[in-house]
C-alpha cells in the first residue's frame, strides 16, 4: 500500500509512502528513487558541462604584460634550465654540469702543469748547452793560448791563418768572446793580477799587459784574463 487518506471521523487526512526495497506482495526488489533521478540529472549535468566549456573563455593578460608582472622570477643566467646551479654560484654543482667543471678544472690543472713542465725543460736544456760549449771552450783554450803567441811572432801566415780565423769566428758564434786588453780598468771579477807596479799615470788600477786574454759566455767568466796592473803612484 503506497497511500492511506480519511479518517474515520471525516477529520483530515494524511498520507505516507512505502520506502521498503522488497515489495511486500511481490517480493521483488523495487528501483531507488534517488538513482533514478542521478540517472536522469546525468545527461544534464554531462551536456551543462559541455556547454560551460564550449562558452568559456581563457582569461588573457593585459597587453604588454611579461613574467615579471605576473610575479614569475626570471634568472640572469638560464643556462641550467633543470634547476641545477649554474656554475661560478658557490653552490654545489650536480649532474652534467659538476662533471663539466670538474673536466674543466683537470684541464686547466694539466695546461698549467704542462707549461711549468716547458720551462723547467727549457732552462735545463740552456743550462745543458751553455755547459757543453764552456766544456769545449776550456778544451781549447790552450790552444788558443799558443795560437795567440804565434800571431804576436808573426807565425800565423797563410793557410794557417785563414783556420785560425775560422776557429774564432766559431767561438764567436757559440757565444765565446775574448776580453782583455791594455788600458781597461782592472776589475777583479774579469782580471786576474799576476804582478803590479806603481805609476804616475793613472787614477786607479789599470791593466798595462796582457799576459793570457779572457774567455766569457755571456756573463759567465769562462777563464779571467791574467794582466799585469799599475796602481797610482803614492
Known amino acids: 500500500m503506497s497511500e492511506n487518506e480519511g479518517t474515520q471521523d471525516g477529520g483530515p487526512g494524511f498520507s505516507f509512502s512505502d520506502k521498503r526495497r522488497i515489495d511486500p506482495e511481490t517480493g521483488e526488489v523495487r528501483p531507488q528513487e534517488g538513482a533514478a533521478q542521478d540517472a536522469d540529472e546525468a545527461p544534464a549535468a554531462?551536456?551543462?558541462?559541455?556547454?560551460?566549456?564550449?562558452?568559456?573563455?581563457?582569461?588573457?593578460?593585459?597587453?604588454?604584460?611579461?613574467?615579471?608582472?605576473?610575479?614569475?622570477?626570471?634568472?640572469?643566467?638560464?643556462?641550467?634550465?633543470?634547476?641545477?646551479?649554474?656554475?661560478?654560484?658557490?653552490?654545489?654543482?650536480?649532474?652534467?654540469?659538476?662533471?663539466?667543471?670538474?673536466?674543466?678544472?683537470?684541464?686547466?690543472?694539466?695546461?698549467?702543469?704542462?707549461?711549468?713542465?716547458?720551462?723547467?725543460?727549457?732552462?735545463?736544456?740552456?743550462?745543458?748547452?751553455e755547459a757543453g760549449v764552456v766544456s769545449v771552450a776550456e778544451a781549447l783554450i790552450p790552444v788558443l793560448d799558443e795560437v795567440r803567441l804565434a800571431r804576436e811572432n808573426g807565425d800565423v801566415t797563410g793557410p794557417f791563418e785563414v783556420h785560425v780565423t775560422k776557429l774564432f769566428e766559431a767561438l764567436e758564434k757559440l757565444g765565446v768572446e775574448q776580453f782583455g786588453e791594455v788600458g781597461e780598468e782592472f776589475d777583479p771579477a774579469h782580471h786576474e793580477a799576476l804582478m803590479q807596479q806603481p805609476s804616475e799615470e793613472v787614477d786607479g788600477p789599470t791593466v798595462f799587459m796582457v799576459m793570457q786574454p779572457g774567455y766569457r759566455l755571456g756573463e759567465r767568466v769562462i777563464r779571467a784574463a791574467r794582466v799585469g796592473v799599475q796602481q797610482p803612484a803614492d
Open 46 to 129: 554531462s551536456e551543462a558541462a559541455a556547454s560551460g566549456a564550449e562558452g568559456a573563455q581563457p582569461e588573457q593578460s593585459p597587453a604588454g604584460a611579461d613574467a615579471s608582472d605576473l610575479g614569475v622570477e626570471i634568472p640572469d643566467d638560464a643556462s641550467e634550465l633543470d634547476g641545477e646551479p649554474a656554475a661560478g654560484t658557490g653552490e654545489e654543482l650536480t649532474g652534467d654540469a659538476k662533471r663539466a667543471a670538474e673536466a674543466l678544472e683537470d684541464l686547466q690543472r694539466l695546461n698549467a702543469e704542462y707549461a711549468a713542465y716547458r720551462m723547467r725543460a727549457g732552462r735545463d736544456q740552456e743550462r745543458a748547452r
